[in-house]
DNA sequence: AGATTTTCATATTAAGTGATCCAGAAGTAA
DNA sequence: TTACTTCTGGATCACTTAATATGAAAATCT
């Protein structure tokens, strides 16, 4: 990008995860500019603002990376390879692993990352909504594509499974954040997955 | 209170309900003293200071008020007169409708009241923190309590049944804020239950 | 009445917010 | 070298934050 001129004295990747970091413990709004420039290397001001553009610009970017690393847990959900009760098991389990993980903050960035919004940067908000609800999607597809492929019955329960995983998947970020261990969240995760398993078809071998 | 003096000339009770309302869309630290003082009637600062201390101090007054009024969807949880799986089905189902419904803000306060927080509010955080633990509890003693009664197994499926259901209860304000219904919602418990009753055991009439 | 108590409106505080300006430094390209 | 481009540090911008100070207004109590 930048071929000329004076070379950038920070790394502008770990800046950005510095930043990710941040975001993701604190959220959106509580993030000050002071406490981003101090975690992501001291930089001034004018650094930050000819690197990354603003604030929201920053969120933005910090959200697609976030998305291109530790959300790609959710990945298996768009595989179509994958038998549909298999992706939700494993985008569950892994969301569930990467959120207890104490290498960083605990919990879903997507979730929590702008749960706290004033009314001027609802746009933010916005942002995280709509990749919720991508998500949303994913799982109703997953449990169609079963009803369709004949592996699910499709009844009343069935119906309801999509809001299940949904709601549930969006529980454990608060889980997550109050401690709650990957252990005990992979045993919920398994029984949970008993009422996939009470209305399933048998496939002929 | 106040036998002599000026009287107040503001409605405290309403006052309190409308802070609620604002602390309850926008969170804590997003909501600031001019929104307050605007909502609560115009009051002035001196006013508010007088009434309410501070701003930390109006928001546990108001999470208390919660508590004792929207809150009391969870009151089944500690009626020991209930049979456990009535306890825990009347929680969500409440909690459902209320979190759902449209004339006062979506989700629950205790979930996303301070879920973005800046590390000076960690106390404002711990309370809500708190109050969550108290609710994981009191699922926990309907489960054990339905299993010392005969009325559901002692397995695996049911020993992870609290934490299914505290993070679903937990995922319903995310969902609620994103705009699904009480209806899906609903669905989705009665859905959810036939894991309870999958473990249930016959009691004898 | 007059003393006391509490609330009110206005102005103001110090600190923090996101964002910009400017002069100089440090590179590349001719 | 000289011209050009980009980055850095520090000062500063206008604005908002939560919280106070001051003095007058409005009630009760003696």
């Known amino acids: 990008m930048a071929r000329t001129g004076r070379p950038r004295e920070f790394d502008r990747d770990k800046a950005l995860n510095a930043a990710m970091t941040l975001f993701w413990a604190q959220g959106y709004e509580p993030t000050s500019l002071t406490q981003l420039k101090s975690c992501m290397g001291n930089i001034s001001p004018t650094s930050f603002y000819a690197a990354f553009g603003s604030k929201e610009a920053l969120f933005r970017e910090v959200v697609q990376h976030y998305l291109a690393t530790y959300g790609q847990v959710m990945s298996p ?6 038998i549909p009760r298999d992706a939700i098991e494993r985008t569950l389990r892994g969301s569930a692993r990467m959120q207890a993980t104490r290498t960083h903050p605990c919990g879903c960035l997507v979730v929590s990352g702008a749960s706290n919004c004033s009314p001027e940067n609802e746009a933010v908000q916005a942002l995280l909504a ?36 949904a709601t549930f998947f969006h529980g454990m970020t608060c889980e997550a954040r109050d401690g709650m261990t990957s252990t005990h969240l992979d045993a919920a995760i398994t029984s949970l997955l008993t009422l996939w398993d009470a209305n399933a078809l048998l496939t002929t071998p």
Chains 1, 2 share one sequence.
């Open 77 to 82: 959900l768009w595989d179509e390879n994958l």
């Open 130 to 165: 709509a990749e919720r609800q991508r998500t949303r999607t994913g799982i109703r597809v997953c449990v169609e594509r079963a009803i369709a492929r004949g592996e699910l019955r499709d009844c009343a329960t069935t119906a309801a499974l999509p809001d299940i995983f």
